[in-house]
């Protein structure tokens, strides 16, 4: 006979299924019959857990949540450049994406659903990158150590090439790409990306 769960062992059961599905299909994608068939418990004992797929679905953008990159060791290093920081931040966040790509999947996915909590987990998952260059090159034209640019196009520009780079790579690996390693890609870009910021002699 098995071992019966805790409640929270349950939920947390229910949970992990859930990440799963509603990764692969998206919150509209998956049904209450397909999670409970996964994690094999009846519907009326998912819902002592969860009041409804939507609150799951919360739950579920919560658990993703938690699984935030660490940019302490790059960002607080001394004397390093603009660009080797964000190289580094970079690193960090590809291979997170490389190691769990249904972090990806998901953010995709809440981008089509939409509601609040959706939105939310979406613009998290990139507020670090686009904070930081936001910062950092406002702060290099109040140096006057940039030409002037328009910080916020630059950081929106930099965020879509890295996406669209994991979406090739992770999620419809392109032919064309599949003999240029993932962090090969990334430095490419991040040189191209400095160019475009003019530095002061």
Not at 146 to 168: C, F, S
Request: aromatic share 8%; charged share 25%.
């Amino acid at each position: 006979m098995s071992k019966r769960l805790s409640a929270e062992a349950r939920r947390e059961s229910i949970i992990e299924a859930a990440k799963a599905l509603f990764a692969q299909q998206g919150f509209h994608g998956v049904s209450i019959d397909e999670i409970v068939n996964k994690v094999g418990v009846s519907p009326a004992i998912l819902y002592r857990h969860f009041k409804s797929k939507e609150e799951l679905y919360q739950a579920v953008l919560q658990e993703f949540s938690c699984t935030r990159e660490s940019y302490v060791e790059t960002v607080v290093a001394d004397d390093i450049s603009f660009e080797e920081v964000l190289r580094g931040m970079t690193r960090v966040f590809v291979n997170s994406i490389v190691n769990h790509p249904d972090l990806l999947k998901m953010e995709m996915h809440s981008q089509l659903k939409g509601d609040q909590a959706s939105r939310e987990f979406f613009l998290n998952r990139w507020k670090s990158f686009t904070d930081y260059i936001e910062y950092n090159l406002s702060e290099l034209q109040t140096q006057e150590k940039i030409e002037p640019i328009n910080v916020q196009a630059a950081a929106l520009m930099y965020q879509g090439m890295i996406r669209e780079v994991l979406l090739l790579k992770c999620l419809h690996p392109a032919e064309r790409l599949e003999d240029m390693p993932i962090d090969n890609l990334v430095d490419e870009l991040i040189k191209l990306f400095i160019t475009t910021i003019k530095f002061k002699k």
